[in-house]
């Protein structure tokens, strides 16, 4: 299935938003924010339940279970719908400003007529901000420099993150179709990239209209764009495209290799095909003398007539990789499978975790994994952080769940870095944990000179074995700091630590180029979820895209290591 209690709870995010922002009286607003807290708090995989048991988890009402029920079957919520068409498109786009929350989007709209960002630089520009109330000197100067960092205006693309629960919903739902012998997504959301423009929708089927037919009619399209008997281009909510092509069953190979891309990739390996006397496109691949179409089913046939080692999607980017697979050297990149465990998580033992320690290690066990880290928020960090005597309570609670659980519980802390790269707790102390990440979740708009400096004091620290989400960016949200990745990668080097690509699609931090440069410069990787509820154990596979994309093989990832093999990193990074 393909809707995740994270998608739904993202709806519900989205409603919460969408009624503050219409000036919708606080209670109910903070029903809705119940609700979504509770549906990202589910154990449970919400599409595998009826409505009778949505309702019956903890904190889902009845109402609530309504509105997943209709979105799990129809893809959306009639009530979302209707409040996104009440609620101007430019008030939502100032709340990207970060700091700038519903109620000043909400006076800057009513009063000024502000209702996009440019709007608003440009009536900061013009003093216009000053008369309004509440609204002083400083608050003009934050916003200012928000909007700076705000950055170069959206061009379009969405978040992979925002696209691909849809897509592989339609794919699902096409794949039913007797009449489809395959399906899957293709275009930038396969290659994995971290935004993209439209979904691309691929099948195999000898009878196109009738899959065609199948995509207009869907309940998750709500425009249809264009229908021809060859591609058809719906939207599905919120705004994204979504092209369908249909090709015949023996095509599907070449097919996918040129919906995947990207341009230049194919433009690559089109170029061998012309050497070898063969022409490829879209409809197959063909003997140019004999214009005879070779019989491609998959792209892995499509390669091997090239000559060429599959290219897993994420690495056909022109990088080098065809020329790598010419040679014999393409490397081996890290695989789902190699995954062994994951080094960053949260338990509802600090404040922001949404599911206790016992559901997530019961997840994380379901996986698979050898091990899993709980690497609750330390005391440095006021709201949510764990404070030594919490750390020894939890201490007992993991040595019990150890008991009836396989999978090893390591116990961890995700420390905050501090003003001057000054982490939690004390040494004593840090040398009882098993596995800790280091961040930045404080000061995070200090200079990039700044966080450079402090993310390698941390890094000198013995107890810290990887940095998290070491940007901080939030794709589509907040831009990355402007770190000097050259610095760091020497530092993690020199001191043994391991720098984390953070495997949720909202993060993907580091970035895919940062993993290629760090795979160069021999530093060690991990690949984690931060996952601070059940479901999001299962955006790894994004962090391994990821790092496909920068080229990682497994032994570059500490978390392809067998258990021995981790304390042997952490070993080595405490002498
Ligand atoms: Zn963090
Ligand atoms: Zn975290």
């Known amino acids: 299935m393909a809707w995740t209690n994270e998608d739904v709870a993202r709806q519900f995010a989205e409603i919460v938003t969408l009624l503050k922002l219409s000036g919708a009286d606080q209670f109910r607003v903070r029903a809705y924010e119940r609700a979504a807290g509770a549906i990202g708090a589910a154990p449970t995989d919400l599409a595998t339940l009826d409505e009778a048991g949505i309702a019956a988890l903890r904190g889902i009402g009845a109402s609530t279970a309504r509105k997943v029920s209709e979105y799990l079957t129809t893809g959306k919520i009639a009530m979302l719908e209707d409040l996104r068409g009440a609620v101007p498109a430019g008030l939502v786009e100032l709340i990207r400003v970060p700091g700038l929350g ?5 006076l800057l709209y009513d009063s000024l007529g502000i209702n996009s960002v440019e709007a608003l630089r440009e009536a900061i520009e013009t003093e216009r901000l000053r008369g309004l109330p509440g609204l002083g ?4 100067a934050n916003l200012r420099d928000a909007i700076a960092r705000v950055g170069a205006k959206d061009t379009g693309r969405v978040p992979m993150a925002d696209a691909v629960a849809v897509a592989e919903e339609l794919c699902r739902r096409l794949r039913e179709l007797p009449v489809v012998e395959d399906v899957t997504y293709a275009g ?3 290659r994995m990239r971290e935004t993209i423009g439209d979904i691309d929708i691929l099948a195999a089927s000898t009878a196109p209209a009738h899959v065609h037919d199948a995509l207009r009619s869907s309940e998750l399209v709500t425009d249809v764009l264009a229908a021809g008997d060859k591609k058809t281009s719906v939207i599905v909510r919120r705004g994204i495209q979504a092209d369908l ?9 070449a097919a996918l290799i040129y919906f995947t891309g990207s341009k230049d990739h194919n433009v690559r390996i089109r170029e ?10 879209e409809y197959g691949l063909f003997d140019k003398e004999t214009e005879r179409r070779l019989e491609c089913r998959t792209e892995a046939e499509v390669y091997e007539q090239l000559g060429l080692p599959f290219i897993p999607p994420p690495m056909r980017e022109d990088t080098g990789e065809v020329q790598a697979a010419v040679a014999g050297n393409l490397p081996a990149v890290v695989h789902l499978e190699d995954i062994r465990g994951d080094l ?6 600090s404040g922001d975790g949404k599911a206790t320690l016992e559901e997530m290690v019961a997840a994380a066990a379901g996986l698979g994994y050898e091990y899993w880290a709980v690497t609750d928020h330390a005391e440095g960090l006021p709201m949510n952080g764990l404070s030594r005597q919490q750390m020894l309570q939890r201490r007992t609670a993991i040595e019990m769940l150890q008991e009836r659980y396989d999978i090893r519980i390591l116990e961890g802390a995700e420390l905050n870095i501090g003003p001057e790269g000054d982490v939690d707790y004390d040494p ?10 280091a961040s930045i979740h404080t000061l995070m708009t200090r200079a990039g000179a700044v966080q450079t400096r402090r993310i390698i004091t941390a890094m000198e620290n013995p107890a810290v074995h990887a940095i998290g989400h070491l940007t901080g960016r939030k794709i589509g949200g907040r831009p990355p700091y402007d770190v000097d990745l050259d610095a760091i990668l020497d530092a993690a080097k020199r001191t043994g630590t391991a720098l984390e690509v953070n495997a949720s699609p909202h993060r993907l931090d580091i970035s895919s180029d940062m993993v290629r440069r760090a795979v160069e410069a021999g530093v060690t990787l991990t690949i984690s979820c931060d996952g601070h509820s059940v479901g999001d154990l299962r955006s790894m596979r994004y962090g391994v895209g990821t790092a496909q994309r920068g080229w990682a093989t497994s032994q570059d990832v500490l978390n392809c290591r067998p258990l021995d093999g981790l304390f042997d990193f952490v070993a080595a990074k405490r002498t």
Do not use: I
């Open 102 to 106: 519903p109620k000043t989007a909400r």
């Open 137 to 140: 000197v400083k608050t003009e």
């Open 344 to 349: 960053h998580g949260h338990s509802d033992w």
């Open 188 to 190: 930038s959301l396969r």
């Open 245 to 253: 092509r249909v090709v015949a069953p023996e095509a599907y190979g």
């Open 428 to 437: 004593q102390f840090l040398a009882t944990l098993d596995f800790c990440v």
């Open 272 to 281: 061998r095909a012309v050497r070898s006397g063969l022409t490829l496109n």
